[in-house]
């Protein structure tokens, strides 16, 4: 059974690169699933903004995320707090990625030219 969340919620969303320049995207969505896996919500996420375009993102090493609602406890919902768990970073470089990361990029071209960070 799938429960939603209907008031929208705006995510703000700092893309980092290896080969460009940030870039930014601000939108509103409603959560379909408060229940929904972690990764797939994410990819859908950080995709909104290159729907048929994710090679626009192969080289994509970090998404930082802000989120803002008119209802204070959306911060309660089990998918917002996993990404508040992790202050709304989420690192694609092979060797700083996690299952969550790799889930995310998992069949998809985000990512795919990502060099190893070098602290």
């Known amino acids: 059974m799938k429960?939603?969340?209907k008031p929208k919620i705006n995510?703000?969303?700092i893309y980092t690169f290896d080969g460009k320049p940030q870039e930014m995207a601000d939108f509103d969505f409603q959560i379909g699933n408060i229940k929904a896996d972690?990764?797939?919500f994410v990819r859908n996420l950080i995709g909104q903004p290159y729907p048929l375009d994710y090679h626009l993102l192969n080289d994509l090493c970090k998404v930082?995320?802000?989120f803002s609602c008119e209802v204070d406890d959306f911060v309660k919902l089990p998918i917002i707090k996993k990404?508040?768990?992790r202050g709304g970073k989420y690192y694609?470089?092979?060797n700083q990625r996690d299952e969550v990361e790799s889930a995310v990029i998992e069949?998809?071209?985000i990512a795919k030219?990502?060099?190893n960070f070098e602290g």
Do not use: R
């Open 3 to 5: 429960i939603g969340f």
């Open 11 to 13: 995510v703000s969303i």
């Open 38 to 40: 972690e990764s797939e």
């Open 64 to 66: 930082s995320m802000a």
């Open 83 to 85: 990404i508040f768990d």
């Open 92 to 94: 694609f470089q092979p």
């Open 107 to 109: 069949d998809t071209e």
């Open 113 to 115: 030219f990502t060099a």
